[in-house]
């Protein structure tokens, strides 16, 4: 069967295949932003530098910086940090205090004394409004220039364009002209006379817009497989979390004296994609921890377009629709959001799947259906989509990683938390879980597939500066502690990691070798080439065909899974894979040689 791709955002790696309700109970963790998509840092935030002095004819005197922003704003959180443009070093810092006036309009001006001889006189030099650790503006004159200590160490300055030459009699300044009610709506003029702790002259500020309609995440998410409001426009309020390919991912914060979540109902998910539908990194202004407000509409998001993939609740919109709520609040720490999967936490369904559709299976997300995380592995995980999740004591249950020779396993962890007290399943020998058969034979209900299993990820990893992919990791391994966002792909519901696992990590043993079947045996394999197509290159295929000959032993009879058709992810409506199979045949420089055999495709 061929499956073709959507348009805009979708699938990476491999193309979806028909899974079993087994396949949707696994679970996976997510981190990525823009360079350029936001306006310059600050150029929106409500609490602005307005006005300032710092040269004049003779001694510098009655030096000075203003702070404008909403009425009743308490300043205690906020400092300004003076730097030297010749070497980027802070020089000054001063911790501010008392509220924001009001002056025009809900808005008003605090003034700063500096005295004389304080602010240096430029070519370049800079000012940079803090709040807690976060930098607000990072603002200079005559020039720009990269701070190298402080809070904006790293970023470069903004220059404010004009400036005092030191020719200017005393009592002037570099004000702020317009009319708005953020400082981007406002534009510095050259020096005039001075108007500090009141609102400049040529400077109207208009009334804030009322404030927005909020709907809480929880509200979207609803207590369902698929949220109430698809189709409708909302605005949400979060704490960004993670930053991955197209968008990044939101949450709620904790309601005080609330051990689950933020209505203290852990059925709704707190936490939700935001698709921008552009690439992007984190800027200057926006970052994890930051909180944001966000417009745009509620969609349902199917990975690879694939019927037999759940959707993914998201919030459909673009960069420009992405801001600071007024007040502009301090960072959060996002570790204070995370959920525990497991032991001191919340602590998944440990057999089953799904058991309330229909049998033969039905759609899971139909109207009406009956959603049960307390029982339903699927919706467990559907109760913390996009939501901050952490394992402790993880246990790794299945083989993982990437490696660059031959094929390519993708870089997942399945693992348990609590080193596997909690889970049900037998363990192997080499520590693996089992899947157990149920007591109905003509039922998968009562199987045990093992949804305490947790798969965490690494894309958003591999999209960051220093990419990290998680090596090839044997089954056994342990790690103290895992972090990642919950979301949905390739049929597996998923905790991408936000930070890289610890190692070191321990080296799969080799694989298992079948024995030579004798002349009276028949020997019969089965084989996944993992959405092997034409399209792959010879080291892909040499890698298959060693294994089928060494591993397997050039079994007489062997079953092929996971088979691309011959044009590969191209939906043409072609469903022959006879040319994908048949490239196994192929003569081969390798030690290993090909399979000799006949191809025969099943539909």
């Known amino acids: 069967m061929t499956f073709s791709r959507p348009h805009g955002r979708g699938e990476r790696r491999r193309l979806p295949i028909a899974l079993s309700a087994a396949a949707l109970g696994l679970v996976a963790l997510a981190v990525l932003f823009s360079t350029n998509a936001w306006a310059v840092p600050g150029s929106s935030s409500p609490v602005f530098i307005n006005e300032f002095h710092y040269d004049n004819t003779g001694t510098d005197v009655n030096e000075f910086i203003e702070i404008a922003g909403p009425a009743g704003t308490d300043l205690s959180s906020f400092s300004l940090v003076l730097y030297n443009g010749s070497g980027g070093a802070s020089y000054d810092t001063r911790t501010l205090s008392g509220t924001i006036p009001n002056q025009d309009d809900g808005f008003g001006t605090v003034s700063v004394p500096y005295g004389s ?115 409708q426009s909302v605005t949400v309020e979060g704490v960004i979390t993670a930053f ?25 998910s707190e936490g939700i994609f935001v698709f921008t539908g552009s690439r992007s990194e984190p800027d200057d202004f926006f970052d994890a921890g930051n909180v944001v407000q966000v417009a745009g509409s509620v969609n349902e998001f199917r990975p690879g377009g694939a019927a037999e993939n759940l959707t993914e609740t998201q919030i459909s919109t673009s960069l420009t629709n992405v801001t600071r709520p007024l007040g502009s609040l301090l960072p959060v720490d996002i570790n204070s959001l995370e959920t525990i999967i497991g032991s001191g936490g919340r602590r998944p369904p440990t057999e089953i799947i799904d058991n309330d559709t229909p049998n033969p299976p039905g759609d899971i997300e139909a109207a009406g259906g009956n959603y049960d995380p307390a029982q339903d592995g699927i919706d467990f995980y559907e109760s913390l989509e996009g939501m901050l999740t952490r394992v402790n004591n993880a246990v790794a249950v299945g083989p993982a990683g990437r490696e660059r020779v031959g094929r390519t396993p993708f870089g997942e962890i399945p693992v348990l938390s609590d080193n596997g007290s909690n889970a049900t399943g037998t363990r192997t020998t080499k520590g693996g879980i089992t899947i157990r058969e149920g007591t109905n034979p003509n039922s998968t209900r009562d199987d045990d597939f093992n949804p305490e299993r947790v798969i965490f990820d690494d894309e958003v990893l591999q999209d960051r500066p220093g990419a990290f992919e998680i090596p090839r990791t044997a089954v056994g391994q342990k790690f103290p502690l895992l972090r990642g966002v ?111 055999c006949t191809v025969r495709s099943t539909r």
Do not use: C, H, W
């Open 117 to 231: 001889n304080v602010i240096q006189n430029g070519s370049p030099d800079g000012i940079a409004l803090v709040q807690g650790s976060t930098v607000i503006q990072f603002l200079s004159y005559e020039g720009t220039f990269a701070a190298t200590n402080g809070p904006a160490n790293g970023q470069t300055s903004t220059d404010v364009v004009v400036s005092e030459t030191g020719s200017e009699t005393a009592g002037q300044s570099l004000q702020r002209k317009g009319n708005g009610n953020t400082s981007g709506q406002f534009t510095f003029a050259p020096p005039e006379d001075d108007t500090p702790g009141a609102v400049n002259t040529g400077q109207d500020f208009t009334a804030a817009p009322p404030p927005v309609t909020i709907t809480r995440i929880n509200q979207i998410q609803d207590s369902s497989q698929r949220s109430p409001l698809v189709g």
């Open 486 to 596: 919950i979301s949905y792909s390739f049929g597996n519901f998923k905790a991408q990691l936000i930070a890289d696992p610890p190692g070191p990590f321990d080296s799969p043993r080799p694989e298992d070798v079948t024995r030579r079947p004798s002349s009276r045996e028949l020997a019969v394999a089965e084989y996944s080439l993992e959405n092997l197509s034409p399209e792959q290159d010879e080291t892909t295929f040499a890698g298959a065909a060693n294994e089928i000959v060494q591993n397997l032993r050039s079994p007489d009879v062997i079953g092929l899974t996971e088979v691309q058709d011959n044009d590969g992810d191209q939906n043409s409506g072609v469903t022959d894979g006879r040319l994908t199979g048949g490239a196994l045949t192929r003569p081969s420089g390798t030690s290993a040689g090909r399979a000799t």
């Open 244 to 268: 991955r390919d197209f968008g990044f991912f939101m949450q709620e914060e904790e309601t005080p004296g609330s051990t689950t979540d933020d209505d203290a109902d852990p059925n709704t």
